[in-house]
């Protein structure tokens, strides 16, 4: 591939919905987004399909959920239409996601075209890759070449924990071994998750929500440090407990420079199942 290091052509960010950028985050980065199919019904997350959507129709347990990745067609759309010559493509897990190689695909189409992307995976999920977004998109603004706009995405280190009312949703999509999910039913835990290795993994098993929900806390604020951290809370269908988590946080973790409250779109939700409440903690 011909390097465009020594041109003064702009470079651009595209990463996928699964994000979760806060609303106004989102700047310039081009965001593709990820389908999600209620019973015979087919959409765009967050344009066409609602977290809403999907937490009824998992309340309702009537139709089928489940998700797919954009076409290497539609980022390969995205590419030629972000005006760039030189772009950098940030994407949630591969171990989670075929998105990444959808992006790598499209990547090889436009090389045609003259338009040089390099795909990154993030290894992660929800505001996990949402910061590792942000910091490319802060080092493009700068000016920075495309060597320096992957360095700042992939310099960041997040953890992503967060809390499920249950297990059988990540079961049913192949996010998490039956085993594991057996266990969770079996003694009627309540599980506390983490993305680790690119995959969704249990971290602890915790009897009760309430005392879940204080260790999610309590983990939260172990990892955040004394140093400066950006912190995020996600939730599905639970922004009031969301709220009060944040401001718990807040209050624990006064050096985070940045809290973000976001609600998980459509993807993670067919996933997760209504309930979910998540913490990520970003250095870097």
Known sequence: MASLLGMATPVAVVTDSTAYLPEGLAGDVRVVPLHVVLGSRTGAEGTEV?????AAALAERRLQVSTSRPTPAEFADAYRASGSSCLVSIHLSAELSGTYDAAVLAAADVEADGIEVHVVDSRTIAMGLGFAVLAAARAARDGADVRAVVAAATAVDTDVLFYVDTLEHLRRGGRIGAA?????????????LHVTGGRIAPLEKVRTASKALARLEDLAVQRAGDGPVGLAVHHLAAPEKA??????????????????VSEVGAVVGAHVGPGLLGVVVSRG
């Open 50 to 54: 609602s977290p809403h959507d999907v």
């Open 180 to 192: 594991a999910a057996l266990i969770g039913t079996a003694l009627a835990v309540k599980p506390l």
């Open 243 to 260: 709220a009060a988590l944040a401001a718990r946080l807040a209050a624990r973790v006064p050096a985070a420079t940045v809290l973000h």
